[in-house]
């Protein structure tokens, strides 16, 4: 959550008045701010967007592209979206029923000729009903939850929304920036804005003029020429459009023009796909060893042809933190670990070339496959019968061991921005920067329900922080809850994991690039940043000898704790749930 959304200071400076707008706005710049985009990564997808991606996985297994297996885990995911979905539960009923009863597992090698096309054909028929109107009725569902104050659709709709642009081909960052400028910006009443806000996510994609500036050009035309670059010069730029601002053109200098399809106020994704087409180009040059330097900027010319900017496309290098020194130093502490085997520590080593090759790609592509790579080389050790078992069955249990701390610590971080303070037994905790004490004492002020009600009755400025309260302490009151949430979470990375792997495939087999690839590189690069860095502290804090042991108490400490809960679920008394012990939350059952 970020800082100046409390709803008192949305009523007073920007004129945005009902709890329910408020909740819009917060989740809305939640959902999408880069920092906090990983949270929601397997969120981004819904029925529709599953639909039509399930329809061309069909596509690829008629070509033999891609193997009939790929559909197990998408069926699955796409059932869960069905079952959720208020606008189709709401105005497509009987097509929902329908889809539900139709849309079976299909195990895996047992896939026929017939079963595709009878999926093929049901798809085809269902989108052709649902994808006209689907943004409409998403629109239209959001609108009546806010006018009438229902907080858990508005938070599910707002969702459902962000997610409907997204697949569409809008950015999150320009989704972001629209919450900023539209309904940040002005003290005009929510409604005309929220207007504003609806003509422009509904309005059609435009062709964006990329310009990007060359600091020599001598008597390269001809050989920029006869790789596609099409080369002019900055006065002609001027005369060609004369309204945009002359301060972002020099009129002596050459620049390579790229144009990109985007939609009207979407420049970051204009400047991704300019950069990507003229990135093609330089790979090509470069084998031929001529280097045209970093561009570092872009200068985007609207489709309206009426204004300009310049747009800075690498990120600033961040400023290395005392924690990231800490984290260097236990990387080379397990590295020169002689109890640790050699072929582990080899693997350690070259995961990190993996990754830094990745890193240094500027082609989204190759940033994707390297980072892919790095994943395999880390993770793959023969314990699974195949490559994509490995990474679905160690990476989500890695990102569930530590799953209810990240929440617990992440809301600490959310009353800090909005400057709540909490309290457990009269003790202030702290939440500017908060240690893992500090995160036990709030998951025992959120599973005591007098403290609860206590709390949620002081956190009336900030709609959203309050709903985080309610689901989590729902889902930590007891072993069931706990459970679903966990399991939940691991099914969603899983079959996320497994999205990731048909884009790879994609990408080396077939040489098609997903429209979403830079968004499903941050979701990579998550999965992988995280489990690098459980897997060197678990060597530093336990002794392990080599990385397949480590793995597999990695995946055993998830199905443990399973077992655990289901034991629990079982042995309770009729009409209660018994709880649980928190150190299954803050170390699960095999690292206590």
Not at 233 to 261: C, Q, R, T, V
Not at 473 to 501: A, G, P, V
Not at 516 to 533: G, N, V
Request: glycine fraction near 2%.
């Amino acid at each position: 959550m970020e800082a100046k959304l409390n709803n008192s200071y949305l009523a007073e400076n920007k004129n945005i008045q009902l709890e329910s707008q408020c909740l819009f706005i917060q989740k809305w710049r939640e959902l999408l701010f880069q920092k906090t985009i990983n949270t929601y990564q397997f969120r981004l997808r819904n029925s529709h967007s599953i639909l039509k991606e399930t329809k061309e996985v069909l596509e690829f297994i008629k070509s033999d592209v891609l193997s009939p297996a790929n559909l197990q885990d998408l069926i699955l995911e796409c059932r869960k979206h069905l079952q959720k979905d208020l606008c189709l539960r709401k105005h497509f009923p009987e097509l929902l029923k329908s889809l539900l009863k139709e849309l079976k597992v299909i195990r895996k090698n047992e896939t026929t000729k017939s079963d595709i096309l009878k999926l093929e054909y049901r798809l085809n028929y269902a989108l052709k009903i649902i994808s006209g109107s689907y943004l409409d009725k998403i629109i239209n569902e959001l609108e009546y939850s806010i006018s009438n104050s229902e907080f858990a659709n508005v938070e599910i709709l707002t969702e459902f929304l962000s997610t409907e642009l997204i697949n569409t081909g809008w950015s999150a960052r320009s989704l972001h920036r629209l919450g900023n400028v539209l309904f940040l910006n002005s003290k005009v009443a929510f409604e005309e804005k929220w207007q504003r806000f609806i003509s422009i996510i509904k309005s059609n994609p435009g062709l964006f003029h990329c310009y990007y500036k060359l600091n020599e050009f001598n008597d390269q035309y001809t050989l920029l020429e006869s790789v596609g670059m099409t080369v002019v010069k900055g006065e002609d730029i001027l005369i060609s459009f004369p309204n945009i601002n002359d301060n972002h053109i020099d009129k002596d200098a050459f620049y390579i023009e790229e144009k990109a399809a985007a939609f009207n106020e979407d420049l970051h994704t204009a400047a991704e796909k300019s950069r990507n087409q003229l990135s093609e180009k330089q790979s090509i040059l470069a084998y031929y060893k001529v280097d045209l330097g970093a561009f570092n900027n872009v200068i985007l010319v609207f489709p309206s042809e009426e204004k300009s900017v310049n747009y800075e496309i690498l990120k600033k290098e961040l400023p290395l933190e005392n924690s990231q020194l800490e984290n260097i130093n236990t990387i080379r502490s397990v590295l020169a670990n002689e109890s640790i085997d050699i072929k582990s520590r080899q693997r350690l080593m070259n995961f990190f070339r993996q990754y830094n090759l990745s890193v240094e790609s500027l082609s989204t592509e190759t940033k994707f496959t390297n980072l892919w790579s790095a994943l395999e080389s880390l993770l793959i050790t023969g314990h699974h019968e195949s490559n994509i078992e490995h990474i679905k069955k160690i990476v989500p249990s890695a990102v569930c061991s530590e799953y209810f701390q990240r929440l617990l610590l992440n809301f600490l971080n959310d009353c800090y921005r909005a400057g709540i303070t909490v309290k457990y037994n009269g003790e202030i905790i702290n939440t500017s920067s908060p240690t893992i004490e500090d995160i036990e004492k709030v998951y025992f002020l959120l599973t005591d329900e007098v403290s609860v009600e206590i709390f949620k009755s002081e956190v009336n400025d900030y709609t959203l922080l309050k709903q985080r309260i309610i689901e989590l302490s729902h889902d930590l009151s007891n072993s069931e809850t706990f459970k679903e949430s966990i399991s939940n979470h691991f099914n969603n990375l899983t079959w996320h994991i497994q999205r990731l792997y048909r884009v790879r495939n994609n990408l080396v087999h077939a040489a098609r690039t997903e429209k979403d690839i830079s968004f499903l590189i941050e979701h990579l690069h998550f999965y992988l940043r995280y489990t690098i860095e459980l897997i060197i502290n678990k060597f530093k804090d336990f002794q392990f000898n080599s990385l397949g042991e480590l793995f597999m108490t990695i995946e055993d400490n998830y199905y443990s704790l399973i077992a655990v809960l289901e034991d629990n679920i079982r042995n309770s008394p009729k009409g209660q749930i018994i709880s649980y012990d928190s150190e299954l939350i803050f170390k699960g059952p095999i690292f206590i």
